[in-house]
């Protein structure tokens, strides 16, 4: 069998776009966009990739000339649907530490137009040990200082020469916290005014919101999937077939340089993309969050395993629509469309999804994801909803274990360990809350209720000042361990 680069050919393309990050995601994020818009618009441009850390892909990318395959997968208007598309956008991929040189020196290109990245969350990070003389700067933002003032140095400042950034890594305001920490690095090195007006004019940095869910290398269907290409690829890309992307401009929408409408592709431009987080934060992960852990002491181990069970996906779904989409604000319709694509995406038999992969730092998630609309959905109705207090009461019993170890604290289900994985602080609290006696269960859920509610350090505030809070976790928790998981969820499901 022949490989991908001796049989695929790559158009003459001028390099448009520079990737700072060459693993899974961006490659069937970013560069799977472009090579559609190059298919269906006149984009016409091609991306390289610099791999920002010492060791990584860069070796593999160039060996098949940076050719592979995107598998997409999911499930679409209840049709299960694969589409195979061969990559042909990526020029390559620099090291930015071996080809130091080759790097900076696509800073001097003209045609360069684009940066996108994905450095993972802890990668927009301020380091003050960074200079800039360093042979890279180790700092993602650092990189992107000394990139910029080459290319500042090397077209004499020129307006038309600034360069537009859509960051896709996932924190909250990518785009200005990169932004922020590259013109703190220019004060710190030196750097002229000059050279800061021209960021601050001259270049754009979009926040963005990213959504697609890519698994990476398929290595277990690998080679059944090379046998029907009927090439060989050791850069398979496996990803959902969803994508949705907001990206949020300042002063205009950049839709005519990178037109994502013209190719179809679900691209969001906006002034504010608030609407779009809240969205997904609340309804997405606010469904995982509240699900996940009932179902996982039920017995289940998957997100598709929840929504093959009639019980936990009524109880998911209850949850979604009845009290997480009344708690919000905005466009219904949209919010209602939005969740029916996400429960689609959670039955896609293609994406293994680990409940326990989940289950990392629940209780930082349920601050985030699943608070805000259990208090929205108290102010608006003015009484308590039933599946996200049951959904807290479930990650206090999720949590229950008396040893630690190896970071983690050590819970049980049937007999067999699991661990529960979250901050030390976190894991302490509950070893202690458990390792007290209790005269029975309805002493033991009222003040393991108590306790937990009241650290605001977790939840921003005091819980047991919400109305009616602690008696309802309290009441589920006894439930829960006098009946059962299962027979729990069935009682409030009744109610």
């Given amino acids: 069998m022949q490989a991908i680069q001796e049989i695929t050919q790559r158009p003459e393309r001028p390099i448009k776009a520079i990737q700072f990050g060459e693993g899974n995601f961006l490659r ?16 016409n441009g ?32 209840g049709k299960e649907i694969e589409d195979y598309r061969k990559i042909t956008s990526v020029r390559g991929c620099l090291n930015a530490y071996s080809q130091y040189d080759e790097y900076i020196r696509q800073a001097d290109n003209p045609d360069l137009r684009f940066v996108f990245s994905n450095t993972t969350e802890a990668g927009i990070a301020y380091d003050p040990s960074v200079k800039a003389d360093d042979k890279p700067q180790k700092s993602f933002p650092g990189k992107v200082t000394a990139f910029l003032y080459r290319r500042f140095r090397t077209f004499g400042g020129a307006q038309d020469k600034g360069l537009i950034f859509i960051p896709c890594e996932l924190i909250d305001k990518n785009g200005d916290t990169l932004k922020k920490y590259v013109l703190k690095h220019a004060e710190d090195w030196g750097y002229e005014k000059e050279f800061t007006d021209w960021v601050n004019t001259a270049c754009d940095f979009c926040n963005s919101l990213v959504d697609r869910i890519v698994p990476g290398y398929p290595r277990a ?43 179809g592709l679900n691209v969001v431009w906006t002034d504010d993309m608030t609407f779009f987080r809240t969205r997904k934060v609340r309804i997405l ?29 009524s109880f998911m779904k209850k ?36 409940l326990l992969s989940i289950s990392l730092n629940s209780t930082s998630k349920f601050k985030t994801r699943d608070l805000p609309s259990l208090l929205g959905y108290i ?26 170890r190896e970071d983690a604290l050590i819970g049980h289900r049937n007999g067999d360990e699991y661990l529960i994985k979250d901050s030390p602080d976190v894991l302490k609290k509950f070893q202690e809350l458990y390792s007290q006696d209790y005269s029975g269960v309805a002493e033991k859920s009222a003040k393991i209720a108590n306790a937990v509610l009241k650290m605001d350090a977790w939840w921003g505030m005091d819980l047991t000042e919400v109305k009616g809070l602690e008696k309802a976790i309290a009441d589920d928790l006894e439930m829960i361990w006098s009946l059962g998981m299962e027979k729990a969820i069935e009682k409030v499901m009744e109610n």
């Fill in 319 to 354: 949850g979604l629509f009845d009290e997480i989409i009344e708690s919000m604000d905005g466009d219904k319709n949209l919010l209602t469309s939005y969740a029916g694509d996400v429960l689609e995406r959670f039955q896609n038999p293609y994406i293994v999804h680990l």
């Fill in 46 to 77: 091609d991306v390289i990739m610099v791999q920002p850390l010492e060791h990584g892909m860069a070796d593999m990318i160039n060996a098949q000339n940076g050719f592979y395959t995107t598998v997409l997968r999911g499930i679409e208007n």
């Fill in 221 to 263: 269907e690998a080679e059944k999937i090379q046998n029907k290409l009927g090439y060989k690829d050791n850069l398979l890309d496996a990803a959902e077939s969803f994508l949705f992307w907001a990206i949020e401009y300042k002063a205009k929408s950049h839709e005519d340089e990178l037109p994502t409408g013209k190719a």
């Fill in 379 to 404: 102010e608006k109705k003015g009484e308590l909803p039933k599946i996200l207090p049951f959904s807290l009461a479930a990650l206090i019993s999720f949590y229950e274990g008396t040893e630690i």
């Fill in 28 to 43: 069937a994020f970013i560069d799977w966009q472009i090579d559609i818009l190059n298919e269906k618009t006149d984009f």
């Fill in 285 to 313: 992960n606010g469904a995982h969050t509240m699900s996940v852990l009932a179902a996982y002491q039920t017995g289940l181990n998957t997100v598709e395993e929840c929504m093959h069970s009639p019980l936990i996906s």
